[in-house]
């Protein structure tokens, strides 16, 4: 089945929801939803809907193959049945059916609510072992689009999805091999393969394919010739019974009328981003000329240390300013500068920020960064923030923010940079490098901040941007301008929500990266959500479909900010190293760090040594080591004995990777700040050099009480600026290399479930 279904059953389809529609329902019955499974060619029961005790008779029952009919309240107010009682099961006998039937609906009439009728459905023969039961189905997220949700069903899925394993997700749409995927990375698929249920297997893929093209073509985000759209649409349970019959025996839809044409996904053309980056001309509006630590001076300040001459200042009152020891005209308004203005820097008071737009607009600017916050995440501004994307259309110039610091750009060729962070020099500085290959993302500017300190030992960005409320540039705009950019080749987002369409524009810029994509997602909980919308004034969205949708695009997805950070050097400190395998081997000077490094192996294989490998070792060690790719060189070994064995184990052939663990207080390390600076052939210098002549990843464990261990502050500096990743304990460190090389396999191998583990 193409993405999309053909008109002979789509029509159909249609025809149930349209007639449900007219009798001022948004809910499907049933029964209406089993019309709709059969039209895709999915199996259900036996099923009949009686609206009157005079439609009961032999002849009805004796449609009914099974020994046992089941009877269920229809009512559109009525979602969960089994819960509120409607679900009755009957001996096939014509009295016993018509007493259940009339208890039933006086029952229900009793509590007010509407019944259309009961629907009598052929009792299903099925076990309610593990992968007998499937919940399947799909929903419309605001920001992705359609979203396929596979886990376990029946009764229990809820409480099973809350407290064990929540459902499987994938974005729509699917082909076979993305629902191969969506299986397999489930517990559910291991049991089907251990018991060999091969033809299990293919019949959720080919139902998980058809829910895809139903999910597609009622969808806001793809097709435009249905009337409506289906929001919710779920199978609980599709069931296995005895003869391998896969059968669903209970659904649910809700849909509305289309709104509108399908939502518009396309991206605009990166080079609308490059005034942000490339101004020719800079203007800041807003700067004070009483007050030298007001926003928009410092941000002038920041401008002219990068020696730029053409860094505009704006302010109603006119006059002159002194930044930086350089005299500055001050303008009345942007019309007033008789040069080029691509970028404007907006840093006024809220209620000032719409007559700085529309200056903006006549100057014929390119680019907009508008720093105070004060709009979406405040109810009475949020029409202004309207009204201010309206005229920046108008006058087709982008706007970043509002509420952010805006950029930090290291330049290029063409260019000096950019710097709108408006951080006091003896709080915060970045070292802007040319030779960065690191843009960092964030929605949150002191987020932002906070990451590049963390940072700063071991890279500097070579950009930052913090976008803030999204009112226009958002992380899609970025992400699809920095794929292009040839200085660029790591990318890390912090994103606290998206705005409508923007995450399926998010996931489609991203499917189509070649570079490593670094994100962490805020909102994951309710709590969460709650303080993101309260900050930025995103959309949060639903976490878990979020998260999903970035695993199936290829995005390495942090779960904490302290991982988000780890993974970002690491990625950026190998990015020119070479992932061949997972065999990795850890080299340590203490036992419990071998074993806790090996405890946290994740993906990655333990490798074996080779004979030559294993000679070579033996002849550096001393007999009382065991030579094995668990190697604990113990505390007698000195600097030269590290690097003689990692040397060894790089060049064998049976080695991907390796972990090293430096417990740095043994007396034959040159470890401390003191020795380091005293001898150039100290540990950290030494392998500095090994890992960058052999180039397999690696990573580096520097086991010490804390970060702030003052005497050995220099080790872990040293192997950071030296391109080597070092982390303060062993879990940290072989969960970056475990996401590095996990990354770089699945880029080669195009494994499609590796990716939505």
Known sequence: MAHTLDDKILKPIEAVIADAYAQGRNVLFEHEVYAILSKLGLNTPNHFMVRNEKEITDNLLYRFGSEKIVLKIVAPDLTHKQEAGGVQMVNKDLESVKYTYNRMKSEFSAMNKKIEGLLFVEFIDYSQDLGNENLLGFRESEAFGPVISFSKGGIDAEHFAQYYSPPNLILAPIDRQWAQALLESTHIQKKYAAQGKTGYISKIVDAGVKFSALAVSFSNFFFADTQFVISEFEINPFVFTPDGNFIAIDGFARFEKR??????????PSETMTPFFEPDGIAVVGASTTDSRKMGNLILKNLINLKRND????????????????????????????????????????????????????????????????????????????????????????????????????????????????????????????????????????????????????????????????????????????????????????????????????????????????????????????????????????????????????????????????????????????????????????????????????????????????????????????VGPLLDLTPMANDEMFEKCMRTVLESGTVDALFVSIVPHS?????????????????????????????????????????????????????????????????????????????HLMRKSGSFSEWLK
Not at 259 to 268: D, F, M, R, S, Y
Not at 313 to 322: A, S
Not at 723 to 740: D, E, H, I, Q
């Open 259 to 268: 709104k509108g044409q399908p939502v518009n996904l396309e991206i605009a």
């Open 311 to 626: 860094v505009y200042c704006v302010n109603i009152k006119g006059g002159h300013l002194e930044v930086a020891d350089k005299q500055l005209k001050v303008y009345t308004s942007l019309k007033d500068i008789d040069k080029r203005v691509d970028l404007a820097i907006i840093s006024v008071p809220v209620e000032a920020v719409l007559a700085a737009v529309k200056d903006c607009a006549r100057k014929e600017v390119k680019a907009v960064i508008i720093i105070p916050g004060g709009f979406g995440e405040v109810d009475r501004h949020r029409n202004l923030e309207v009204e201010i994307l309206s005229i920046a259309k108008s006058g087709g110039f982008r706007i970043m923010g509002p509420n952010c610091l805006g950029l930090v750009y290291s330049g290029s060729s063409k260019t000096k940079g950019v710097n709108s962070f408006f951080t006091l020099e003896e709080k915060f500085t970045v070292d802007m490098k040319n030779d960065s290959n690191v843009a960092i993302l964030s929605q949150s500017g002191a987020l932002g901040i906070v990451e590049i300190e963390n940072l700063k030992n071991a890279i500097s960005p070579k950009v930052i941007v913090s976008y803030g409320n999204q009112l226009d540039v958002d992380p899609c705009d970025l992400v699809n301008f920095f794929q292009s950019d040839p200085m660029v080749d790591v990318i890390g987002c912090y994103i606290e929500g998206f705005k409508p369409n923007a995450g399926r524009k998010f996931f489609n810029i991203a499917a189509r990266s070649k570079k490593p994509i670094i994100v962490y997602k805020a909102g994951r909980t309710e709590a969460g959500r709650k303080a993101t919308e309260s900050h930025t004034a995103s959309i949060a969205g639903e976490y878990a479909v979020a998260k999903a949708a970035m695993k199936q695009a290829g995005i390495i997805v942090a779960d904490s900010m302290m991982d988000h950070g780890d993974f970002i050097k690491t990625f950026a400190l190998l990015n020119d190293f070479s992932v061949t395998g997972k065999r990795v081997a850890i080299i340590a000077n203490a036992g419990y760090e071998k074993a806790y490094a090996a405890d946290n192996l994740g993906d990655l294989e333990l490798a074996e040594f080779d004979e030559k490998t294993t000679l070579a070792l033996k002849n550096i060690l001393p007999p009382m080591v065991n």
């Open 667 to 743: 007396s034959l390390l040159q470890t401390t700040d003191n020795e380091i600076d005293k001898n150039k052939d100290n540990i950290a210098a030494r392998i500095v050099k090994v890992v960058h002549q052999y180039k397999k990843p690696i990573a580096v464990s520097v086991n010490v009480a804390s970060g702030i261990d003052a005497i050995y502050n220099k080790l872990g500096k040293t192997l950071d600026a030296g391109g080597v990743p070092a982390f303060l304990s062993a879990k940290r460190a072989m969960r970056c290399l475990n996401a590095f090389i996990h990354y």
